[in-house]
């Protein structure tokens, strides 16, 4: 990045070799770099041609194919061909879809129509963990219940359902007598 940028400092502005690899802050001998490895453009093609044959296939895969074929490269040479040629292995991105439609719940109408209920967990000071089983009117956002215990079976939360059901029925009673 920085050999483009001086390079195109140089062209622009028209400085010097030495001033424009100095802005960039880059070292002439790096400027004036031209690799001399093998671009190995055969081992190229035919990684291509595999990887376009082999949709699913990774670079793993695909160099233990090449290696069956003859050619003498290891696995890493054969992630870096297969990073600069921009090949990857496309992962399906899965659109969510709902198991259902999605209704909006209905609001409550009236008192005791719609209960909602929740745990709420905490530890005390010597480490044993306690639960509170919440169970609240959706209408008037009444507390109907709080069962406080170390462990909550499903016993034992029918119970403090059973519970809350009676008291929210005898309070409806004294509110609406009839």
């Known amino acids: ?3 483009k940028l001086a390079a195109w400092v140089q062209s622009a502005h028209r400085l010097s070799e030495r001033r424009a690899t100095r802005l960039a802050g880059l070292d002439r001998s790096s400027h004036r770099y031209r690799s001399r490895k093998d671009p190995q453009a055969a081992l190229r093609m035919r990684l291509k041609d595999m990887a376009a044959m082999h949709v699913r ?6 160099a233990v194919l090449l290696r069956r074929e003859g050619w003498q490269v290891n696995t890493k040479r054969v992630y870096r061909i297969y990073t600069e040629e921009g090949l990857a292995v496309r992962t399906k991105h899965r659109k969510k879809i709902a198991r259902r439609d999605r209704v909006p719940a209905a609001t409550p109408l009236r008192a005791n ?3 909602s209920m929740d745990f709420v967990t905490d530890k005390l000071t010597d480490g044993r963990s306690f ?3 919440t169970v609240v ?3 008037t956002r009444e507390c109907v ?3 406080a215990d170390r462990s909550m079976h499903g016993t034992h939360v029918t119970a403090a359902l059973t519970r809350g059901h009676r008291r929210a029925r005898c309070s409806a009673e004294e509110h609406h007598p009839g």
Request: proline share 0%.
């Open 57 to 62: 296939y990774g670079y793993r895969r695909l």
């Open 145 to 147: 219940a709080l069962e």
């Open 131 to 133: 639960r509170v089983l």
């Open 137 to 139: 009117d959706q209408f």
């Open 1 to 3: 990045m920085r050999r």
């Open 113 to 115: 129509q719609c209960w």
